[in-house]
């Protein structure tokens, strides 16, 4: 089955600095990875997704990046701010079996 | 407009207890879906169902069972609780499918631990 790995599992930046959070996955018929943002006592949400017949995808500050040869796909927020704190899930979609990386818990310092 | 709702909240039960924890979506989305979160491993697949009366295995789902029969509810059983299944359980639910690239709408999370 799908194998997805994510790093790092914290991240802790300055407000305004970038942030990338990196996953990889094992199966090659994955194609679809979404990225889901979880605030603290809430349900994971979407943020942002990207199919395998794409390799860059943009929405304001945030963009993901998507390489197929080398299995790997990554989160990239701009400019980040407080309220980007939170825990970030990357996932690979295979027939109807979403698997979801560990996580990264993302820290923006005022 | 509430989404997916998930009861109970929050529940404590020792080892060997049964409960049921109930979803409900008013999207009317056909796919509903329930994960387990632990620290460190991120979301896993309980079970999920591709609509009314129907229901497949996940990545993880011995010791559950589930229910769909009807289009809004999903419910997740646990015959005999063990200290293993102590976890945050989300329900979620899409209008399609994770193959045809269909977003997920989850629940604010159930928290259960077995003694």
């Known amino acids: 089955g799908e194998n997805v790995e994510q790093h790092p599992s914290t991240l802790s930046v300055q407000e305004g600095d970038s942030a990338v959070i990196k996953c990889t996955y094992s199966?090659?018929?994955?194609?679809?990875f979404p990225w889901y943002k979880q605030e603290l006592g809430k349900g994971p949400q979407l943020i942002i997704d990207?199919?395998?017949?794409?390799g860059e995808k943009k929405d304001q500050r945030i963009a993901v990046t998507l390489n197929k040869t080398a299995k790997h796909f990554s989160l990239h927020i701009t400019e980040t701010q407080p309220e980007d704190s939170a825990v970030y899930f990357c996932?690979?979609?295979?027939?109807?079996?979403?698997?979801f990386g560990a996580g990264t818990r993302l820290t923006v310092k005022p | 407009n509430a989404g997916v709702t998930q009861t109970p909240k929050f529940r404590v039960l020792k080892t060997g207890q049964s409960m049921t924890l109930l979803c409900a979506q008013d999207?009317?989305?056909?796919?509903m879906y329930w994960y387990r979160q632990d620290p460190g491993m991120g979301l896993r697949l309980i079970h999920y169902?591709?609509?009314?009366?129907?229901?497949a295995k996940g990545e993880v789902p011995d010791g559950y069972n589930v229910s769909r029969l009807k289009k809004q509810n999903f419910l997740l059983g646990l015959e005999s609780a063990a200290p293993s299944q102590t976890s945050v359980y989300f329900c979620?639910?899409?209008?399609?499918?994770?193959?045809?690239?269909?977003?997920?709408?989850f629940g604010e999370g159930s928290r259960l631990t077995v003694l």
């Open positions: 979620a639910s899409s209008r399609q499918g994770t193959l045809n690239t269909g977003e997920l709408f």
């Open positions: 199966d090659s018929a994955s194609n679809y």
């Open positions: 990207i199919r395998s017949n794409v």
């Open positions: 996932a690979a979609s295979y027939n109807n079996d979403m698997r």
């Open positions: 999207m009317n989305h056909e796919y």
């Open positions: 169902s591709v609509g009314e009366g129907t229901t």
